[in-house]
């Protein structure tokens, strides 16, 4: 009896060891709608996944032709003055004693962001 539990648990553990560490930290999930406006030089800068932000899904409306990771961020290029809805599900992390970043701060430049399920 004691060796079936003994060996329950170990499968059990060994089930578990791919799956990825969360850091031991708070976070917040969120899922959110976006609208932004293409600036100028024809570019829609969204974030990556760092230590402050994990991106669960990223969809845009209308499709991007190309996606693009340069000058340090990732890239989406299309007509200058284009409205582009981006729904993102990411997990923000609090990092160095600051609490996780609200959606808003996720999203530089978008003229709304609301979120599409609760939080």
Do not use: K, N, Q
């Not at 329950?8 to 969120?30: F, K, M, Q, T, Y």
């Not at 024809?42 to 760092?50: A, E, I, K, Q």
């Not at 000058?71 to 992390?93: I, Q, S």
Request: aromatic letters at 6%.
């Amino acid at each position: 009896m004691l060796a079936t539990v003994a060996l329950a648990a170990i499968a059990a553990s060994a089930g578990c060891s791919h799956l990825p560490v969360e850091p031991a930290i708070g976070h917040c999930d969120h899922d959110v709608t976006a609208e932004f406006v293409v600036a100028a030089d024809g570019r829609l800068g969204l974030p990556t996944s760092d230590r402050r932000l994990r991106i669960d899904a990223l969809e845009l409306a209308p499709a991007p032709a190309d996606e693009r990771f340069d000058d340090g961020g990732r890239w989406f290029p299309y007509a200058p003055g284009t409205r582009v809805a981006v729904r993102m599900r990411f997990r923000a992390f609090a990092v160095d004693g600051a609490a996780p970043c609200p959606p808003e701060r996720a999203l530089p430049g978008a003229l709304r962001v609301r979120p599409t399920s609760p939080p």
